[in-house]
Structures are given as C-alpha cells and as structure tokens.
C-alpha cells in the first residue's frame, strides 16, 4: 500500500490524463474484449465437438452485453446529460426506435422464456428453419422446406420483434423424426379396400428396420410434451375428395431423412396394385347394333 501511494507524480499525472481521455478507454476497452471473444471462440473450436454454435453464440450476446454495460458506465455523466438535454424529443425517439425497442425486449423474451435452444427447427409464420444464433436484434434461421426436410441453402433474418406478435412454434422432434402425411388421389374406378392389407404390409416392411428405434423416439417425445402421437406404426385411410375421386392417405412415423424414400416406395406400390386391379377388372360389354 506505502508503494502505490509513495507512486511517482508523473505516473499519477499519466493516469489522471487516461482518465479524463473517455474517447481512448472506450478504444482499449473495446478491443480487449474482442480480443477476449476471438480467443474463447477459437478455444471453442479447437476443443468442443459437439454444440460449437450454442457456445460460440452464448459468447457473442456476452461480449455485447459487457460493451454495453462498460461503454455505459464510461459515458454515464455524458449520456446523462444528453438525456435531459432532449428531453422535449424523447416521444419522437421513442417512436423512432420503437422497432428496436421491440427487437430488444423479443430478446429479454427469447432469454427468459427459452421457447427454443440452438440447432432447434421452429415455424415463425410461415417461415421454417433450424435456429442458428439469435442477437439482441435478430434471429437467424436455416430455412428448411418442410415438404422434403431439406436445408433449401437459404438464411433467413427474423427481427425479434416478430416473435412477440406472431405464434412461434418448435419442432425440434422433426430434426429427426417426421410424421411424414401424404396422399394419394385416384378416380373411382378401383376399390382401394381390395389391395389395402397388402399395401400395409408393405408399409410395415418399409419402416421395420428402425421400429424400435422409431419406438423409444415416439415414446420420448409423448413423455417431453405429456401427449398422445400417432405412430409408430403406419396408418393408411381411406377417403373420398368433393368431386368423387379416392384418397388414399398415408401417416409415416419415421426418420426424416428417409421420408421422401418411403413414400417413393409407397406411392410405387400403390401405383402397381391399382393399376393391377384395374386390369383384372372385366370390359363391359358394348350393345350390339342390328342393322336392318
């Protein structure tokens, strides 16, 4: 302690002059922070195997969060002062930031409520994706056509703010498994109920190799959300659309990547009996004309 205060004069010259010198503290405290984010980043890669992206993310909003708070406390006196010098223009302001204003607080939501970690697929309006990083102003999809599953190559940027008027909703579950619905449209002229027990059984041959997988995964899913699935076996309905024609509707629980695949196979299947039946059937009979 005698040390620090027996200091020679110049040095508490020299520490006096940083002090008054905001604009030079705000640099240095700046770029130490950032240099600290690249380290832990480049750590973060360098050691993690799985979950790079939620870390690296959980870095990112705290290096922002901590140049906030110090550019805040470096600037108190002066950001005080401009308050009360525009005082009279704080309605404008506030309705000029209010989009950011918003994005902030659907940030505050996104925090507190965690209606979605990274690496979840979720649907915010008609937009789906895989949750890649969310900020205090955005939140950054994959896109994923959910026809097909499939990463289309595409980002999108959801300001915050539309997660606070619109329903979002999680489906973290498809990333692996899908229930898979497609039908199958045909005129009336075969009964589908013919070929239907065999159309099943194939079905069943298609998703036995992973049914015990498919089970547990089922299984898991009702325990997380404390509901009732359909699956995991396949189901296949029989209907009728408003101009007549058969529907026939299939309902796959199985993985996502294999979707597509089996319901090239289903439909293939389909197509063969029916056309099948549809041969089998006779040929009416046209009336004969007598010619006199």
Known sequence: MSNWLNMPPEFTQFINILATHKFFITFVVIVTIFI??????????????????????????????????????IWSEEIQKFAFSIAAFIVAIVLATREFIQCFIGFIYILSSRPFRIGDWVQV???????????????????????????????????????????????????????????????????????????????????????????????????????????PEPHINIATSDIGNTQVIFTIFCPTDRALEIEQKLTADFMKLWFKHKNAMPTPELPIKVVE
Not at 191 to 203: D, H, K, R, V
């Open 36 to 73: 600290a984010k690249l380290v832990a980043v480049k750590l973060i890669k360098r050691k993690s195997k799985q979950g790079k992206r939620l870390q690296i993310n959980m870095v990112n909003n705290v290096v922002t969060l901590l140049i906030i708070v110090f550019v805040f406390n």
């Open 125 to 231: 309006k008609d937009y789906y994706g895989e949750v890649h990083s969310t900020d205090w102003a955005k939140l950054t999809l994959l896109e994923v056509n959910i026809d097909d599953y499939q990463y289309t190559g595409k980002t999108l940027y959801i300001p915050n703010s539309q997660l606070i008027t619109s329903v979002t909703k999680n489906l973290n579950f498809l990333k692996r498994y899908a229930m898979h619905h497609f039908t199958i449209v045909r005129d009336d002229t075969v009964n589908p109920f013919e070929f239907i027990e065999e159309l099943t059984n194939q079905a069943n041959f298609y998703c036995d190799d992973f049914r015990d997988v498919a089970m547990r995964y089922n299984q898991l899913i009702e325990n997380r959300l404390d509901i009732n699935i359909a699956g």
